[in-house]
């Protein structure tokens, strides 16, 4: 009886993983696809005009998503993380439809505001309601292959650049589509995901206010250590996402479409192989210690350091191989980092402040990324070189190393009820 209750579980803990997959997938190629279409985009809507502008496009979405992810973050542990995550997908899919529609530089800045409102309750309840299923053993591959989601996203993503350059289709077709299926998955998925068994002791634990939770998780070292160890990579990887098709079409004279596909496919790939290795390799290490998934991240830390001064050396050469050799290496690295975080984080919060405390990561993450969105457009309009940009990210990438190391992870997993 004890294994075939072990056996269901299991089937629903990976079941839940496999529902999530698609909506990440559709989570970051609504983002992704106006990155890979941006010359088309700015064509049609001719009064965005400046780099600047365009990247405060990019940065409004990061900037709203930032300062409501924490939110996000709290309604899914104070209430329902399938309820949160449903509606997610259905507002931001509505948004995506929407965003295909617009005529102006304010309107798209409008709708790139309002789908970061609806993304942002999305990945911390996601990932915190994995956490909450896989308990240890299989907790960074689950939280990996929820990550290839993403990262086949971005990859598909690229792809809209052909889309977009297509006279039959076009930039607004591609956001269209997207935006319906978006909110046709939506529905399924409310009925068929579910909440993670209670704690056992959940019934005598009072509900944590929003001000204790953030005393808590602030008063934790750890904690600080770990947001800043998630957030000076985001500066390189938002760049990488949002930036990378418009520069290896300048640098490289390639056209709109190939420029799209080779900024996303080839890098996207690795950090799937990435994840999938260092999701196993993370769950094998810790069975002989506690650190291991701080190893593993910051292994691949340690491969995105010479990934960026490659990336930003790499129009020198006048090779786009060169550029994608060093964004294949940058793209292992992340996937290795990426599919530890929420595992590290379960190590230092308690159940009931996960997808909360990921949502603090991701408010002072994505708000730098935000920052370095606009910044690098304001750099690139003074003619500011490559190689000298990301050698500053390289150089955050090395702080990040000592930061993750210093994080004292302990066990503070929960029993929970079957019923």
């Known amino acids: 009886m004890e294994a ?8 629903t803990a990976w079941l839940i993983v496999a529902l999530l997959v698609p909506v990440a997938l559709l989570n970051y190629l609504d983002r992704q696809m106006l990155a890979a279409m941006k010359f088309s985009v700015m064509e049609d809507i ?3 005009a400046l780099e600047e502008n365009w990247g405060k496009i990019l940065a409004l979405f990061k900037w709203v998503y930032a300062f409501l992810s924490p939110i996000g973050g709290y309604l899914a542990d104070r209430f329902s993380r399938r309820h949160v995550i449903a509606g997610s997908l259905f507002v931001w899919s509505a948004v995506t439809w929407t965003t295909g529609h617009v005529t102006t530089y304010d309107q798209l800045l409008v709708t790139r505001a309002v789908m970061g409102v609806s993304e942002a309750f999305y990945i911390p309840a996601a990932l915190a309601l994995i ?12 939280v990996g292959l929820h990550q290839m989601g993403i990262y086949a996203g971005v990859i598909i993503g690229g792809f809209s650049g052909y889309a977009a350059d297509s006279p039959a289709l076009g930039w607004r077709w591609a956001f269209d589509t997207c935006g319906i299926v978006g909110v046709l998955y939506a529905m399924p998925l409310f009925f068929l995901l579910r909440n993670p068994p209670r704690p056992a002791d959940s019934i005598e634990r009072p509900h944590t206010s929003p001000a204790s939770a953030l005393r808590e998780l602030l008063g934790n070292s750890s904690f600080i250590l770990l947001v800043l160890y998630f957030t000076l990579p985001a500066l390189a990887g938002w760049v990488v996402r949002d930036w990378m098709p418009a520069i290896l079409k300048a640098e490289f004279n390639i056209g709109q479409g190939k420029a799209g596909v080779s900024a996303t496919l080839y890098w996207q790939v690795a950090a799937i192989i990435g994840a999938v290795t260092g999701g196993w390799l993370a769950d094998r290490w810790m069975r002989r210690t506690r650190r291991g998934r701080i190893y593993v991240s910051a292994i691949g830390m340690s491969l995105i350091v010479p990934a960026m001064f490659g990336v930003g050396y790499a129009p020198r050469t006048g090779l786009l191989g060169v550029a994608l050799a060093f964004l294949i290496l940058f793209g292992l690295g992340w996937g290795f980092f990426d599919c530890n975080n929420m595992p590290i984080l379960c190590q230092i919060a308690r159940p009931e402040l996960r997808a909360t405390g990921y949502g603090i990561m991701n408010l002072v993450s994505i ?19 490559l190689f000298g940009i990301f050698g500053i990210f390289a150089s955050a990438a090395v702080i990040s190393v000592v930061l993750v190391l210093l994080i004292r992870p302990r066990e503070l997993d929960a029993p929970q009820q079957t019923s």
């Open 46 to 48: 001719p009064d965005i």
């Open 4 to 11: 075939s209750s072990q056996s269901s579980a299991s089937r």
């Open 131 to 142: 956490a909450d299923f896989h308990l240890g053993p299989t907790r960074s591959r689950a």
């Open 367 to 385: 708000s730098c990324g935000g920052l370095a969105d606009w910044g690098f457009g304001i750099l690139r309009d003074r003619q500011v070189p």
